[in-house]
């Protein structure tokens, strides 16, 4: 039987969405493993299309790495937006932290932006970026009127923590396991929890 031009079309209207699909999944792995710098040629091999059909469905690997970005730090809010709704909110806080560390050390990509490693963003992921720092600034805030964090300590204090198992792996001869950045960020909530036993120093 001969296709008819009716059926052409949803066929290759499914290709191409297969395509993009497999493009923006191709992106993500790219990120996390290279960063926000990974090759036109990287992504396109992964995902197993031609470079032309990258340009054709995004425009430019800038657009398609700032689409992937925004969504990244859309499914991180998604988070800290669930933890909101724990009705324990020094649970919610430190799962949010140990959740957000995590996604950093998994993947380059966000780590750079999160670090300001990346310079020249798009507007479009600023905004989000500064969504999600609204979005723990209530974190922190519900936390404190809970008794259960220090009264001192700001979002701004958070995110510089979630970030402190990134980068060196070793000091004076000890080195980083697998798990130390959990230890890291335990030992961390111990100094986060309310009461306060001392006054922090002021803010840079």
């Keep these: 039987m001969v296709d008819t031009a009716a059926d052409v079309a949803p066929k290759e209207r499914a290709d191409s969405r297969r395509k993009r699909l497999r493009l923006i999944e191709a992106a993500r792995a790219a990120i996390a493993e290279h960063g926000l710098q990974a090759s036109t040629t990287d992504i396109t091999e992964r995902a197993e299309v031609g470079v032309g059909t990258l340009y054709r469905r995004f425009g430019s690997k800038e657009a398609l790495i700032t689409d992937v970005l925004v969504d990244g730090l859309a499914e991180i809010q998604s988070w800290a937006e669930a933890a909101l709704d724990d009705p324990d909110p020094w649970a919610a806080l430190s799962g949010f932290l140990v959740a957000f560390t995590e ?36 974190l922190v805030r ?24 990134i980068g060196g792996t070793e000091c004076l001869g000890a080195t980083t396991g697998e798990g130390q950045w959990r230890r890291t960020i335990a030992i961390a909530l111990d100094g986060l929890r309310g009461p306060a036993a001392s006054t922090l120093p002021p803010e840079a």
Aim: no cysteine.
């Design 103 to 138: 996604a950093q050390l998994a993947n380059l990509g966000l780590a750079e932006f999160t670090s300001g490693k990346a310079h020249e963003l798009p507007p479009e992921v600023v905004a989000r970026g500064a969504t999600l720092a609204e979005v723990i600034d209530r």
């Design 142 to 165: 519900r936390a404190q009127d809970h008794g259960v964090l220090r009264a001192d300590v700001t979002w701004r204090d958070l995110v510089l923590i979630s970030i402190a198992p």
